[in-house]
């Protein structure tokens, strides 16, 4: 075969590749159009969260589960502490720890929604596809989050994963099977370290989300760094490392982050002014929230409500 013919066999393929990676895409976009028609989140299977959004979100602030993120249709950004993440149809998201993040919809229309996909990950079937694999699950210090260029075959496993809402009858023998197949899609991908944060459960990671649990479990609790070293069986500077190492932060910016965010959740949705949040979060110094508050949300508590109901309403009324 002349050189030529190779670089036309070779042109060929690739064309062939990029019509088959449009159409992927374009079925996967309609599909989660057909059972999102309305926008909200839907978990049609368990464990697989579809989305929709007719118009850009504020950020939103949450705590990120250990999942897999695809988007189909738009764009979306995410931070965690000074980093920045953004994705869309060519990019997939990956989570491996519970981390507090902020997160929006930057591209999204009445005419061309924002329609998204999330698969959350158990620790049990990570674990299984790295054992058939014949991986070894190490230590790992790779960050719990990010984002990475989605391929032709995880975006296949992927649509096949969605096809299954046509034949729920199937669901329970074939979603496992899928659900695999992307694990191991992602172990051999770029991103194969960070599913170790999800592996064996007598690895640090599994130490590490221990921590992560224990202080979502205490949020209003003061934090006794030493304590939670000694009940992990970690000496306090390792426990920082590696927390920090997993997560990007300390543990006492972790939980500061989280007692922030729920305060915030408490007086946008049940109304609490800055005093009642503050010491519902377990603040003892209400100046002291204040000065945290405007340092991570950029405005002080009450103006901080002020422009986020004004930009919900004006969300409403554009949408309507």
Do not use: W
Request: hydrophobic content about 40%; overall charge neutral.
């Amino acid at each position: 075969m002349t050189l030529i013919a190779v670089a036309e066999h070779e042109r060929q393929y690739d064309e062939r590749l990029l019509q088959r990676l449009q159409a992927n895409r374009e079925e996967l976009a309609e599909r989660i159009a057909r059972a999102t028609p309305r926008d909200g989140a839907i978990e049609p299977l368990e464990g697989l969260v579809l989305a929709r959004l007719s118009s850009p979100s504020l950020p939103l602030p949450s705590v990120a589960e250990p999942s897999f993120c695809v988007i189909a249709q738009g764009r979306k950004e995410v931070f965690v502490e000074h980093s920045r993440y953004e994705y869309d149809p060519f990019h997939y998201l990956l989570a491996t720890v519970e981390l507090p993040r902020f997160s929006r919809v930057i591209e999204a229309s009445p005419e061309r929604p924002y329609l998204s996909l999330t698969l959350r990950l158990e620790p049990s079937q990570v674990t299984a596809v790295l054992l058939s694999a014949g991986y070894v699950p190490r230590r790992s210090s790779a960050h719990a989050l990010d984002v990475s260029p989605l391929d032709e075959r995880l975006l296949d496993a992927v649509v096949r994963l969605v096809r299954l809402l046509d034949t729920p009858e199937e669901a329970p023998v074939l979603m496992p099977l899928v659900t695999q197949e992307i694990i191991y899609r992602l172990l051999v991908g770029e991103q194969g370290r960070r599913l170790c944060h999800l592996a064996l459960r007598g690895g640090m990671p599994s130490e590490i989300a221990s921590a992560v649990s224990y202080l979502r479990r205490h949020l209003s609790e003061p934090l006794r760094v030493e304590r939670l070293a000694r009940e992990l069986g970690m000496s306090v500077s390792s426990l920082h490392h590696h927390f920090k190492a997993v997560t990007g932060l300390s543990p006492l910016q972790y939980l500061k982050q989280l007692r922030l965010q729920e305060a915030r959740h408490l007086m946008l949705n049940e109304g609490l002014d800055a005093t009642s949040a503050a010491f519902r979060v377990g603040y003892q110094d209400v100046s002291h929230f204040n000065r945290d508050y405007r340092s991570l949300f950029g405005l002080p508590p009450a103006r901080d409500m002020q422009r986020l109901r004004q930009e919900l309403e004006s969300l409403a009324v554009s949408t309507n």
